[in-house]
């Protein structure tokens, strides 16, 4: 009997934003995770990293001023730490979780690059902030580097990077083997570290890639049955933070694409969540794609709560 295999695609709420938020969140995580390994899905788990992968920016660059020998690291080398240590966390708590169920299943973290396409047009518009504001002399040393700066009124400046669309998973077919094994992969963390090809060599880019569409190029990639990116709010919404705000149980992949057009979501939050789910689905049959949140996770799969998009 072929098992059916679900991403999960774990918010910023699910993880928490220092580290004792993050073991206490990740406690909370592992047991909805488990829930579903419980009644037989194959599962891969893929994160945000927005706050850690901030934090070890910052502490790098602060560190390599502050000591003679020592540089600041770029974003590549920061998203491989924190898809590391936040991997570290999951990984044993889902361990932790599964024991005392009596599952005897491993998890393992799969450090995870993405190659990117050096021509994404999200070169040429850095959008993404990273890391601490600084002052405005810190923000020039960081533009004399070749670094994008914008200034935010009243607090400061931020670096800001780019956000280009992932083309493929390097690590794929490790991936798939592991998954093939009937074990649980923690891959894709923070989007992946994004690279470009040189040579024979992978480089990689000042950039972050979008969570969710990382997640669904995964479960593009590994022929998953469902996709579940679990957000902060129950339901997608139409006409949000207006009085005519109203949640939707279930989208066909038409009326997605038509309030994609319309302007119905969020850029920088929503957005990228929807797109992602109408990629999954318009490649594959018999897929679901579920936007929810922790909470409401495995009441979403039995049709109870969320929002669902599925292809036939």
Avoid at 76 to 83: G, P, T, Y
Avoid at 240 to 257: C, V
């Amino acid at each position: 009997m072929v098992k059916k295999r679900i991403v999960l695609a774990l918010g910023h709420h699910a993880l928490g934003t220092n580290l004792p938020e993050q073991k206490k969140a990740v406690a909370e995580t592992s047991k909805v995770i488990a829930d579903f390994i419980e009644v037989g899905w194959q599962v891969a788990v893929t994160h945000s990293n927005a706050p850690q992968v901030g934090m070890i920016h910052t502490a790098m660059n602060e560190f390599g001023k502050l000591h003679d020998g020592y540089t600041s690291a770029p974003m590549s080398v920061c998203s491989a730490m924190s898809q590391g240590y936040i991997g570290y966390d999951l990984q044993n708590g889902i361990q932790a979780e599964l024991a005392k169920r009596g599952i005897c299943k491993s998890a393992a973290t799969i450090l995870t690059q993405m190659m990117v396409n050096p021509y994404d047009e999200a070169f040429y518009t850095p959008m993404k902030p990273v890391g601490r504001f600084m002052s405005a002399e810190d923000a020039k040393a960081e533009e004399e580097k070749g670094n994008y700066v914008e200034e935010v009124p009243g607090m400061g400046f931020r670096r800001v990077v780019a956000s280009p669309k992932p083309v493929s998973i390097v690590e794929i077919d490790i991936i798939k083997a592991v998954m093939d094994a009937d074990q649980i992969v923690i891959a894709c963390g923070g989007g992946g570290i994004p690279v470009m090809e040189q040579g024979y060599r992978l480089k990689g880019a000042s950039a972050v890639i979008e969570k969710d569409r990382a997640a669904g190029l995964l479960a593009k990639e590994i022929d998953a049955d469902v996709l579940m990116i679990l957000t902060n709010v129950d339901n997608v919404t139409l006409n949000f933070g207006t009085p005519e705000e109203r949640p939707i149980s279930q989208m066909s992949l038409e009326e997605a694409e038509g309030y994609i057009q319309e302007g119905q979501f969020e850029s920088s939050s929503m957005l990228p969540k929807i797109e992602a789910s109408v990629d999954f689905l318009w490649n594959g049959s018999n897929r679901k794609a579920i936007i929810t949140s922790l909470d409401k996770a495995k009441a979403s799969l039995e049709g109870k709560a969320g929002t669902l998009m599925q292809s036939f």
